[in-house]
């Protein structure tokens, strides 16, 4: 089959016809696959408006992001591509701070999430079918296409808010067709001072300063890892993931896990109950490990987990220890915690859970 590049795939006829040739080689794939197929976006994709009623919003995220609690009880989800968190719940309280490019946005709540702003590039109403039933959505995608989250209404929602909404900022340019470009590649600093990065590190007084570190030395998180083994981080076998998760909700620990991508960091903070290891895929076998609990589900690809590290920060409450997987491309995939709060010390239980992982010879 011809692959579509974004010069050919002007038209959205093309697109369209493109996509059909998909779906009959590939009954019932997802349209984040087909567009990997295609060579195109998701965003593309969907801008065509093959699948359902599309509606493209305007790009006044803020005051967007401060509507979504007129919606009530939806589903939340956000995901890279290795993983998928899915909340039930409120928006409850959300505020912006900042200014510019660098506004960022709190969801406080049943639903969690961190919201950057600036990665917001285009977002659509889509009412559409899954087989039987009804799916009634706000989705958000960043300037590669690549969505950023995606909130489906559910049967206790407040469907006339919705409307309201999508009314109050429907974008006067309904085109088919959307432009997308690639992000230009960060440059990161390859020769980093180890010493004095480790001591910086070592002066950290909270969770949220590692970061700023971060950005402070141009270092790629992965790097940092690296130049923090046997002092601050150390290797794990990556079926020790699923070990942990396994493990934290037979003693029902209370833990948080953080996903997300360049535009929404997605925050459980519960225990975890129901865990279950599933394969399937279209292209081959998929390993995902699956908590499917009435409000909250995560989908972590364990075959696309590459690296798992177990990483710590000290803070002025103590150390705090997070596993941290990594994908081929050591881009981060998912982040575990004990749950705490500020001003509180690291749980022991999740203490004990970790020194039980066994770190991998060199």
């Not at 009412?127 to 969505?147: C, I, M, P, W, Y």
């Not at 480790?198 to 949220?208: F, G, I, P, Q």
Request: with cysteine; charged share 30%.
């Amino acid at each position: 089959m011809d692959i579509l590049t974004n010069d050919q795939a002007a038209t959205t006829a093309s697109i369209i016809k493109a996509c059909k040739k998909v779906q009959e080689e590939k009954p019932g794939i997802r349209i984040r696959e087909m567009a990997k197929v295609l060579n195109l976006s998701e965003a593309q994709l969907l801008a065509t408006q093959m699948d359902g009623e599309v509606t493209r919003l305007k790009p006044e995220w803020e005051k967007i992001l401060k509507r979504l609690p007129e919606l009530g009880r939806v589903m939340s989800l956000t995901r890279n591509d290795s993983c998928i968190l899915e909340h039930k719940g409120a928006f409850e309280k959300v505020n912006v701070f900042g200014k510019g490019d660098h506004k960022i946005g709190t969801v406080i709540g049943p639903i969690e999430t961190r919201v950057f702003l600036n990665s917001w590039y285009v977002a659509y109403a889509v009412k559409s079918r899954k087989r039987d039933r009804s799916l009634t959505s706000l989705q958000v995608f960043d300037h590669e296409g690549n969505a950023i989250t995606k909130i489906y209404l559910q049967d206790d929602s407040d469907f006339e808010a919705y409307e309201k909404l999508v009314a109050d900022f429907k974008a006067d340019d309904q085109g088919t067709t959307l432009s997308v470009k690639a992000y230009t590649p960060v440059d990161y600093n390859e020769a980093v001072d180890q010493k004095v990065f480790l001591e910086d590190w070592s002066n950290l007084k909270d969770t949220h300063d590692f970061f700023p570190l971060l950005k402070k030395y141009k270092v790629h998180r992965y790097h940092a890892v690296e130049l923090a083994k046997d002092k601050f981080a150390y290797p794990i076998q990556i079926k020790e993931v699923q070990e942990l998760v396994e493990k934290a909700a037979k003693q029902k620990l209370p833990i948080m896990i953080f996903a997300g991508n360049r535009g929404n960091l997605q925050i459980h903070q519960d225990t975890i109950r129901t865990i279950r290891l599933l394969e399937r895929g279209h292209t081959g076998i998929e390993k995902w490990l699956n908590v499917l609990d009435p409000n909250f589900n995560m989908h972590l690809r364990m075959d696309l987990v590459e690296y798992a590290w177990v990483v710590t920060k000290p803070t002025s409450d103590g150390d705090v220890t997070s596993v941290e997987c990594f994908d081929a491309d050591k881009n981060l995939v998912v982040q575990f915690f004990g749950l705490r709060k500020p001003g509180q010390p690291e749980l022991t239980e999740w203490k004990e859970l970790v020194s039980a992982l066994h770190k991998l010879d060199s």
